[in-house]
């Protein structure tokens, strides 16, 4: 045991310790810096000149195209905006997900309850209101700069309906002092700018 | 020779970094290291010890009776001043006289309330231990027993399992439990941990395995292939490393907070997906499902509404299934997150949050876990009891009209629950951050067993959750909501569901204790307040829903239902998959004198629009029946009843209002909701022990009848007053009616003082009134000539042979000549406050005791603190003051003890100071039902009309109800016994540590399935790390042939490995929401 600690004691011997123990974190340093980098790049910053190779599609108004099976905005209280941007009652709602069209009060891209920049009271006004064929333009103009933090979620969508849906939640655009909207009435916005902010 | 591998051992470590010595940070590639350290520990250290010898423990325990000496078992839980009191009440009641003391139990526990008491009777009789048993809030009288237990180690006489299956837990096990973990039947009640009759036998608490899922069973489930697969999960935290081993299923990370990195630096959010879907050592429920990582929490647990925001819409778009919220915040008037909240459930995500480690405080339930759509979850520990941190009490937003409701949802175990650790390995942790996990993996588990998954949402899996829960004994409801987390019995449930509507709670039994409490603690009579009861509608048949025509009260005449009135209100929209039903109960006027029970149902038809209906506006309904049962008593004197005053209590949120108590920095809000079963419990149960009765005004001064009541008791006041409800109580007090007030500090200097910048609103904030609101107070009594001043004191003196301690109070400013005033030396906490200096105050006039001059007026009592009634941050308490001062106001009884106290002062004029002024500027407005915005100074808004319940009309049927409706009641009509589960051989998933190198070959039994690796466990810093140990193994050993040994001079210091690994275990058992 002596020995062990004599031999310790040694420069040369804590030299060798330190010495590996340092290579082992650098080593161990530069592999999580190497990481993170990773990660973001795979997550989140893409090259700030290159354009964002958006997937979304969009699918022009005159809906051809038959449609068997619909996605529909699924939350509403009362209310509800399939793909082909058909507003409905719940009770008109077909089993395929689709809006009865012959409902007497479906309408289709419909901007009831929308102001003029964009931002509506009415959650699904809001997206029927964005899925209107001549909203592409400037949607497109905002996906090509979507701020920060929207980075994330409109990667992942994948189409005009999609988009619509996510664009037209409240978000982190829709508050001040974090916990009150900007505009309590009309806060659902598929444009490009934030609610107007109300004076409180 | 031999310490050699010792020293190659130290130093192994020492390389891969287990000796946090040149601060480096253990990773995946370390678990080598801790291994080789434990395999060459030539101390016999409790680890793994175990395995060559088999003991078992054996208990064995006699006892005899102690002469003279009782158990006197209460009801519930009271403080040890009020179990005295009862004992002594009763036997006062008693024909004879009796000699008792009470045995003095000197432990740490006694100074929590207790549910008995040790009484030594000199000579008992029969009788004296009956009156002692009549007493309505004495359960039963045992004689004392003395226990001899006495512990043996035998030999174990079959073999157990073999040392490897056990190893990972033996580590934190102190012992190897004689109890067999094993169990051969399934058949429901009979699982041991399931057991929760804690009051019913005498155990031995012992160390227990905190394995949790498999403590709940969750074994019998992946045994049948369910392991969460498919099911999306999202775990909304701090985020999780990438190459943490416990982990085959992570989807994806994404970060939303302002910090570069999606790891994990504070180990909560690996510790929580880890309880979720860890699969090895310390396993998880879910190790299938698909993780979805949510960062956004930063490593100083920093977060905002709006980082939620978008991370919540991003949940939405990628169909999460179930999301772990293991945060809270006392903020749900923070309406953008709250909407957020709805709209996630509204899309079908199983929302599951932590309740709050705010207990045991009644009122201190945390957002988001207290809505109607999420689950909620509460903390026990492994015995069973509510775990003291675990937040409680009834939901507060509904205040100061209606009735809070009833959560926590469930309860599971939170505290010493082990999880997976940071980089690797294990740790445990308390709260309920740990509870949210574990339903969380739970209801992924269960999710994943359902073949029809369009069954499954939010609701559903409530009402599967709370109608299989246990309930525990002995705890109510504001506690443990529908009681403790059963897996299996809900997998029973959720496969046999069928889409339905649900109540919550689902009776109303105002008769049954503890659980319904408060309900149970005092009867109802006609002339009262209504009494509230808030029940929660869950609808399983969609996301919106309607009460069809309106809630039925069917009265049961054989049993007295037409005693009783009631009224219902309820959500007109059931959105999303939720809403409420508030009961509003009581006695009609020919029961006035009449006692007895009364009982009855109200009948409620769900509908919801049928998605899967061919045919076009279709609906499904589901009819639910509440039965209710209440105790009526004749109405009691006037004198006997007080009248809490609730309307004008404002508290955080909205607004900032500041707590009481100046000196808790760390908690600067006043946000319990200043009500009798939130932080008033203690005295409102105390006030019911000495046979008030209180009820609560929801509604303006106007809206009660004054000549019904005794005493109305004003505690810490924020709201204004309308002019009618001065003139009001001008006129009733005038007429007999009497008035207490308990007020607090106001002084516009500390309010400027005490503002602070919010981190979480980006703003600075004012506080809008003081401690209590008392320029407005000034207004209601100025009428008497009398005023609070604006000082702010503190200190502590005695009165009347009580110790007191006035935290943050006003003091009397102005009191008429014939008042009685009692003064007391104080010290000025403004001027500590504001300048740091202490100085003490002579004669700060606190008490204030007046009798109207009027014929047959009432009295007026003032006193300056709120703190030694509330039960928040109280020190010292004072009900003895307002038993006094009751004594006053209700029998016109002066205590002598402070009318001829030689604190007694003449009563202050008041005219040298100005009296407090409103804060200039501030926004009380904003916030008040009584002010709103004007020009100039805010103004009273016209007087709101008296809140007016229209009674349903009763439709009588012939029926009777069970006495117990628990046990009868059923939550869901959901047949158990259709799905049997099959009697399967007990098995428990291997736990091996983990150990770089072996490949995916080792057998873990039954449905979880040896998965790949999330990611390669770090492969080159061991095979670095070991050619570095052999390059300096090799140099010892040329040095060890060149040198010879010598005499050690003292004890080697091969402790030392040992000691970090028991630092390790026991780092990070830090409480966390």
């Not at chain 2, 227990?208 to 697969?229: C, E, F, K, N, Y």
């Amino acid at each position: 045991m002596m020995v062990l600690r004599r031999l310790l004691r040694k420069r040369w011997v804590l030299g060798v310790v330190f010495g590996l123990s340092l290579i082992y974190f650098l080593t161990s340093t530069l592999k999580q810096e190497e990481r993170t980098i990773r990660d973001r790049t795979l997550l989140e910053a893409r090259d700030p000149d290159h354009r964002i190779p958006w997937k979304v599609r969009f699918n022009l108004g005159n809906s051809s195209r038959q449609i068997t099976q619909c996605r529909n905005s699924i939350q509403g209280k009362a209310l509800l905006t399939d793909e082909l941007g058909y507003v409905c009652e719940r009770k008109d709602l077909l089993i395929n997900g689709c809006c009865n069209v012959n409902a007497p009060s479906t309408r289709q891209y419909i901007c009831k309850s929308c102001l003029a920049n964009g931002c509506c009271s009415i959650y699904e006004y809001c997206v029927s209101c964005c899925l209107q064929p001549d909203k592409q333009l400037l949607l497109e103009r905002f996906l090509n700069r979507a701020a920060d933090g929207f980075r994330n979620l409109f990667t992942a969508v994948e189409d005009h309906f999609e988009l619509c849906l996510a664009k037209c939640r409240t978000s982190s655009q829709s508050v001040q002092h974090e916990n009150t909207y900007r505009n309590p009435q009309a806060k659902y916005c598929y444009g490009e700018s934030p609610p107007e902010l109300l004076p409180v | 020779m031999i310490l050699l591998p010792v020293w190659a051992s130290m130093l192994l470590g020492l390389l891969v970094g287990f000796l946090p010595l040149v601060g480096m940070e253990p990773t995946g590639g370390a678990k080598s290291g801790s291994d080789s350290t434990l395999n060459l520990d030539p101390l016999p250290s409790s680890s793994g010890s175990n395995c060559s010898s088999q003991l078992t423990l054996k208990l064995e325990f006699s006892s005899k009776v102690v002469e003279h000496e009782y158990i006197v078992g209460f009801t519930g839980y009271f403080s040890a001043k009020a179990r005295n009191l009862y004992i002594s009440s009763a036997l006062r009641s008693g024909a004879e006289t009796v000699e008792w003391h009470i045995v003095p139990r000197e432990n740490p526990a006694s100074d929590f309330p207790s549910d008995f008491e040790l009484v030594h009777i000199r000579q008992p009789s029969p009788t004296s231990l009956k009156t002692l048993e009549d007493h309505p809030y004495i359960k039963r009288v045992t004689p004392q027993r003395k226990v001899f237990r006495v512990l043996k180690y035998v030999p174990s006489p079959e073999p157990t399992a073999p040392c490897n299956t056990t190893r990972g837990t033996q580590k934190w096990q102190s012992w190897q439990s004689s109890r067999p973990f094993r169990r051969t039947s399934l058949s429901l009640g009979s699982g041991f941990w399931h057991a929760t009759g804690r009051h019913s036998s005498r155990r031995l608490l012992r160390a227990i395995p905190r394995h949790v899922a498999q403590i709940l069973q969750a074994d019998v489930l992946w045994q049948m292939g369910h392991t969460g697969s498919g099911v999306k999960v999202a775990v909304f935290d701090t985020g999780l490393s990438e190459k943490h081993p416990h982990f085959k299923n992570v989807k994806e990370r994404t970060n939303w907070t302002n910090e570069k990195t999606l790891d994990d630096g504070l180990g909560h959010g690996t510790f929580v997906a880890g309880v979720i879907a860890s699969m090895r050592e310390c396993q998880g429920f879910a190790p299938d499902s698909e993780l979805h990582i949510f960062r956004v929490f930063t490593n100083n647990q920093v977060s905002y509404t709006s980082w939620f925001l978008d991370a919540f819409n991003y949940a939405i778009l990628k169909k999460i299934d179930v999301l772990n919220l293991s945060i809270g915040g006392p903020d749900f008037m923070d309406h953008p997150f709250v909407d957020k909240v709805w709209e996630l459930t509204a899309n079908r995500v199983i929302m599951v949050s932590a309740i709050g480690n705010d207990g045991p405080l009644y009122g201190t339930l945390n957002n988001p876990a207290d809505q109607m759509d999420v689950i909620g979850v509460g903390g026990i520990d492994f015995e069973d009891n509510i775990a003291r941190f675990s937040s409680r009490g009834m939901t507060t937003w509904e205040l100061p009209g209606g009735y809070g409701r009833v959560k926590p949802d469930i309860v599971t175990y939170g505290s010493g629950v082990r999880g997976s650790g940071m980089k690797e390995g294990c740790r445990s942790l308390s709260g309920t951050s740990v509870a949210s996990p574990v339903v969380a993996g739970a209801v992924t588990l269960l999710a994943s067993t359902v073949l029809n998954r369009e069954l499954v949402n939010p609701a559903s899996m409530k009402q599967a959750l709370i109608a299989s829960a246990r309930r525990l004994p002995g705890v109510n409801m504001f506690e443990q909501g529908h009681g403790k987390l059963d897996l299996i019995r809900a997998y029973q449930i959720l496969n046999s569901y069928r889409p339905q509507a649900s109540l919550s709670p689902s009776y109303i039994d105002l008769t049954e204790c503890p659980y319904m409490w408060p309900y149970c603690s005092q009867p109802i009579y006609y002339g009262g307040m209504p009494t509230i009861v808030n029940v929660t509608i869950l609808n399983g048949m969609g996301v919106t829903g309607r009460i069809v025509d309106k809630p039925i009260w069917q009265p049961y005449l054989p049993q007295n239902g037409d005693h009783i009135d009631v009224a219902v209100s309820y959500s007109p929209v059931l959105w999303p998959w939720a809403g409420y039903l508030a009961v509003s109960i009581s006695v009609a006027k020919k029961a006035a004198s009449w006692e007895g029970i009364a009982q009855g149902h109200v009948m409620v038809t769900v509908a919801s629009p049928a998605e899967n209906d061919s045919e076009v506006g279709g609906e499904l309904t589901s009819t639910v029946k509440l039965p209710i049962k209440v105790k009526i008593v004749p109405t009691p004197p006037r004198s006997k009843r007080v009248l809490w005053d609730q309307y004008h209590n404002l508290r955080y949120p909205p607004g900032y209002f500041p707590r009481d108590n100046l000196r808790m920095k760390n908690d600067p809000l006043d946000w319990n909701g200043d009500h009798i079963h939130t932080n008033f419990r203690d005295m409102y149960q105390h006030l019911r022990s000495m046979g008030y009765f209180v009820e609560v005004l929801g509604a303006p001064i106007t809206c009660f009848d004054a000549s019904q009541y005794g005493t109305l008791l004003m505690v810490d006041s924020e709201e204004e007053y309308f002019p009618e409800e001065i003139t009001k109580l001008r006129r009733d007090i005038d007429n007999g009616l009497s008035l207490i007030v308990f007020s607090d500090w106001y002084n516009t200097s500390v309010m400027r003082k005490v503002k602070f910048y919010d981190e979480n609103t980006r703003q600075w904030w004012m506080p809008d009134t003081g401690g209590a609101n008392i320029p407005a107070l000034n207004d209601l009594i100025s009428v008497w000539g009398m005023a609070f001043s604006d000082g702010l004191y503190e200190g502590d003196f005695t009165l009347a042979d009580h110790d007191m301690y006035y935290a943050s109070g006003c003091s009397i400013a102005r009191f008429p000549d014939d008042g009685i005033v009692i003064a007391k030396n104080l010290k000025d906490q403004g001027l500590e406050v504001l300048k740091q200096e202490t100085a003490v105050v002579e004669g700060v006039p606190v008490l204030g005791l007046y009798q109207t001059p009027s014929d047959g007026g009432g009295r007026i009592a003032l006193y300056g603190d709120s703190n030694c009634i509330d039960d928040s941050h109280r020190q010292k308490d004072c009900f003895w003051l307002l038993d006094a001062l009751l004594q006053y106001t209700s029998y016109s009884m002066t205590p002598p003890s402070l009318s001829h106290s030689h604190s007694r002062v003449t009563p202050p004029t008041g005219t040298d100071r100005s009296l407090p002024q409103r804060l200039e500027g501030n926004h009380l407005y904003r916030y008040s039902k009584v002010l709103e915005a004007h020009l100039g100074d805010p103004k009273p808004r016209p007087l709101p009309a008296c809140p007016h319940l229209s009674w349903a009309k009763p439709q009588p049927v012939n029926e009777t109800a069970p006495s117990n409706l628990w046990k009868h009641q059923k939550l869901l009509s959901v047949d158990l016994d259709k799905v049997a589960l099959p009697n399967m051989r007990a098995y428990r998933p291997q736990v091996r540590p983990l150990s770089p190198g072996e490949s995916g070959a080792w057998d873990i039994p039954g449905g979880i399935m040896p998965g790949r690796y999330n990611q390669e466990v770090g492969q080159t810093i061991p095979v670095f790390a070991f050619l570095g140990a052999m390059v300096v193994l090799s140099f010892f050993v040329v040095q060890l042939t060149k040198t010879k040994s010598k005499p050690k001079r003292r004890k080697p210091r091969i402790k030392r490995p040992t000691y970090l690994q028991q630092q390790q275990q026991t780092m990070g058992k830090n409480p966390t929401v």
